[in-house]
């Protein structure tokens, strides 16, 4: 983020943050007894994670003047590849969850899904390793 929005440069970029909500009936499941009390809990529950992800992005962003968030209800894969539509997006950059091979086949995978759907530059970036991260930590600080 700090390479493309750098404290003092001028900004060349709207950056748009969206955060893709799934609905609550997808993360239940197949409908049981007891399902119609469960829904409003688990919506309650999926609209604070929306806000938590929006409240960290504004923070990693506080730097950055020309800066909107979305929530959007759906499937990630498709809120991602129509967020790229509809803002007519030069980049999508979306992080890794670094699964496993196994569970990317029974998940699936949505950098690998918006990789070949999305009509943009898309941009994967991994969470680095605890020892990688302080190492940069330690490389930042003696630049600074």
């Not at 060349?12 to 009390?37: C, F, R």
Request: glycine residues 6%; charged residues 25%; contains cysteine.
């Amino acid at each position: 983020m700090h390479h493309f929005f750098a404290p003092g440069q001028a900004q060349q970029y709207h950056l748009v943050v969206v955060s893709a909500k799934p609905p609550a009936s997808s993360v239940i499941g197949i409908a049981g007894i007891g399902t119609a009390e469960l829904l409003p809990r688990v919506e309650l529950d999926l609209k604070r994670a929306s806000a938590r992800v929006i409240e960290k992005a504004k923070e990693q962003c506080s730097h950055v003047t020309d800066v909107s968030y979305e929530v959007k209800e759906g499937d990630a894969r498709n809120v991602l590849c129509e967020a790229v539509e509809r803002h007519h997006a030069d980049m999508l950059v979306m992080g890794s969850h670094g699964y496993g091979a196994f569970k990317r086949a029974v998940l699936g995978s949505v950098s690998d899904y918006c990789t070949h759907h999305a009509h943009c530059t898309v941009m994967i970036v991994k969470k680095p390793k605890h020892h990688k991260k302080s190492e940069h930590w330690r490389l930042h600080k003696k630049e600074a």
